[in-house]
């Protein structure tokens, strides 16, 4: 088995060449960059390692998308969205509130150590359910891919402006999120985690919208799984992906702020009448 070694001055090989078992395994890099993270997402690849690893990148030959068209809303989810929707009609934005980039850390911490569910996670990780109770279950307890040198990288890249999460809070508590790369028009998903009942969903429906605003066709979910076929994401080969992407890479960033984000994909920034009931 040929793997590619990276240095600092080596470019990502094609993706076609990445390996077949494990499939996409791509290259291996001693350490993690902000340039080389936004090479690789560039080139629809991303890293995917644990501690005791060198820096694995990843590209597979079926990649797993949700179209935002095809975004299914489960009833009992529908229902949620329905009342969150009638209480912010009466003012009351305690009960659950959507926002953008309040809380990217704590987001992140979460999904690194509350079992979080990545979009992008294999084999039994899929099992992970929104149930508050059974989320910190036993092996599904960490999410070890996202190491300490991982999160140092996303937090830096997030300053940058091309990390964003999406936070759901209830009666000021912070229930649950989701994190990814924003590149163009071209969205990557992370991770995302919940600890209360459809926490995570609630946000990932918000930013679908916010995405459909702004003309996003699909997220990046990577990795196929049964869990995120419930949500309406389905596989495409690599070639499709990559043409995506490249299409996606060229467009404008979107014009992400941090604030609360309605049900219409409308964000308030935090620093104009943004006048949340509890302290962010």
């Known amino acids: 088995m040929f793997l590619h070694a990276l240095d600092e001055d080596n470019h990502f090989p094609p993706v076609n060449t990445a390996l077949i078992e494990p499939d996409g395994l791509l290259a291996y890099s001693a350490q993690i960059s ?3 993270l936004e090479s690789a997402y560039r080139q629809g690849i991303f890293p995917w390692y644990s501690d005791d690893q060198p820096v694995l990148w990843w590209s597979p030959r079926s990649r797993m998308v949700l179209d ?3 975004f299914h809303v489960s009833h009992s989810l529908r229902k949620r969205l329905k009342k969150i929707v009638r209480a912010q009609s009466l003012g009351d934005l305690k009960s659950c509130v959507v926002t953008v980039d309040c809380a990217f850390d704590a987001v992140l911490d979460s999904c690194a150590t509350r079992g979080a569910k990545r979009y992008t996670s294999q084999g039994n990780k899929n099992s ?4 508050p ?4 279950v036993g092996h ?3 999410a070890t891919w996202i190491t300490p040198h991982m999160q140092e990288a996303y937090k830096i890249w997030h300053q940058l402006g091309r990390v964003h999460s999406i936070e759901t809070w209830q009666q000021g508590e912070l229930v649950g999120g989701l994190y990814g790369v924003s ?3 071209t969205f990557f998903g992370e991770s995302m985690f919940a600890r209360a009942t459809d926490a995570s969903k609630i946000a990932l429906a918000h930013l679908v919208q916010f995405l459909q605003r702004h003309h ?4 990046d979910c990577q990795m196929v799984t049964s869990h995120l076929s419930t949500l309406g994401a389905r596989p495409i080969d690599r070639p499709e992906f990559i043409a995506r992407v490249a299409q996606g890479i060229d467009q404008p960033d979107l014009p992400w702020q941090a604030g609360w984000l309605n049900s219409m994909g409308e ?3 935090k620093n104009d009448s943004l006048a949340l009931p509890f302290t962010i």
């Open 34 to 36: 902000i340039d080389r």
């Open 140 to 142: 599904l307890a960490a």
């Open 267 to 269: 964000i308030t920034p």
């Open 128 to 131: 992970e359910t929104e149930d």
């Open 133 to 136: 109770q059974t989320h910190d």
């Open 216 to 219: 996003v066709k699909f997220i």
């Open 68 to 70: 935002c068209d095809d």
């Open 183 to 185: 590149i163009g028009a």
